[in-house]
């Protein structure tokens, strides 16, 4: 059974968002990120020094609501996962290194919004980022380019098609469609996932509503589900590449993970249980094949040797044929 993702809840007041996140659990997501977005990274005061309590940037837990009341509103629900997300609307290059600070990239998932071109390749080419968010509500300030398209391909960053900013206003939707279809063609579907950037429950919408949206947008109909579900997989990987990076690495036993970095073993089993299906599958037909081939040899080895014996008595009834012959002429 496939996981639906959704990768933008903004926060609000921990009761809403609580009721948010069991809305998501309901309607079938077993991953959502809460998101804290900062209009601009000028925005953010800078980290006091006196005070070592004070956190310009929220921590990443603090994000999260507490484990005690997910569980209690999620009563009968199946695991529900949480993650950590930071965005933020990026217009001068100045900020972009800014992004770069150990306190971003602490986050599960870091985001960009670029409101020029220059930015928009410079995020593609170099930040290190996870998501790069297209505003389709509104016309594009800049044209997509495929060039850039494909530089973001192959560094693994994603696209992001927000969709309940138009659920929200109904003057935005006539540029959703359309800015969306343009972007979904010159990424020809791939990299693409779609979160609902909802602020409250009833923004939300089922995975198979999102999927349908997403056939709306020109995706096929395995894209639009992979919109929800694999490239969401494939983006959380991305994202632990891009936190590992210059850092240490430490060995513990599987019964002492914690129950957040459980998921990452049984994923690992379940890749590897499907490999060695596939592996056994393969030698299993390998075998098959040379049975096969081996079967028919023999058959076209006995064939041969019976031919040739033929072969050899048809001669040997000509030659006594012709000894016959001279035999009653030396008579004659």
Not at 66 to 73: F, G, R, S, V
Not at 78 to 91: A, D, H, N, V, Y
Not at 190 to 196: A, D, E, F, G, H
Not at 287 to 306: A, E
Request: hydrophobic residues 40%; aromatic residues 4%; contains cysteine.
């Amino acid at each position: 059974m496939a996981n639906f993702m959704d990768f933008n809840v903004q926060i609000s007041e921990k009761q809403h968002l609580a009721k948010t996140l069991a809305m998501a659990a309901k309607l079938g997501y077993s991953v959502a990120a809460v998101n804290h977005c900062a209009p601009s990274i000028d925005s953010i005061v800078k980290k006091k020094k006196k005070d070592k309590d004070y956190h310009a940037i929220p921590l990443p837990e603090t994000l999260k609501v507490d484990a005690e009341t997910l569980k209690n509103i999620m009563a009968g629900t199946k695991k529900f996962r949480q993650l950590s997300r930071f965005s933020t609307i990026m217009e001068d290059v100045a900020q972009l290194q800014k992004l770069n600070t150990p306190e971003i990239q602490a986050f599960d998932l870091v985001a960009v919004q670029p409101l020029t071109e220059k930015i928009f390749h410079v995020a593609v080419s170099s930040l290190k980022i996870d998501i790069i968010t297209v505003d389709v509500t509104q016309k594009l300030p800049y044209p997509i380019k495929r060039p850039l398209i494909n530089v973001a391909l192959e560094r693994g960053i994603y696209f992001e098609i927000q969709y309940s900013p138009a659920i929200r206003d109904s003057t935005s939707r006539k540029y959703m469609i359309a800015n969306a279809q343009t972007l979904i063609r010159v990424c020809k579907g791939k990299n693409v996932i779609i979160s609902s950037g909802c602020l409250k429950a009833m923004d939300l919408r089922g995975p198979h509503d999102v999927a349908n949206l997403g056939l709306l947008f020109g995706m096929s109909q395995e894209q639009a589900k992979a919109a929800i579900t694999t490239n969401c997989q494939s983006l959380l990987l991305h994202s632990e590449s891009r936190k590992i990076t210059k850092s240490t690495v430490g060995v513990v036993h599987k019964t002492k993970l914690e129950e957040k970095d459980k998921w990452i073993i049984e994923q690992n089993s379940a890749n590897s249980k499907n490999k060695s299906e596939s592996r056994l599958t393969d030698s299993e037909s390998r075998k098959t094949d040379n049975d096969n081939s081996k079967s028919v040899k023999r058959v076209l080895d006995g064939r041969q040797s019976d031919d040739i014996i033929e072969v050899k008595k048809f001669k040997l009834d000509v030659k006594c044929m012709e000894a016959n012959d001279i035999k009653s002429d030396v008579i004659k």
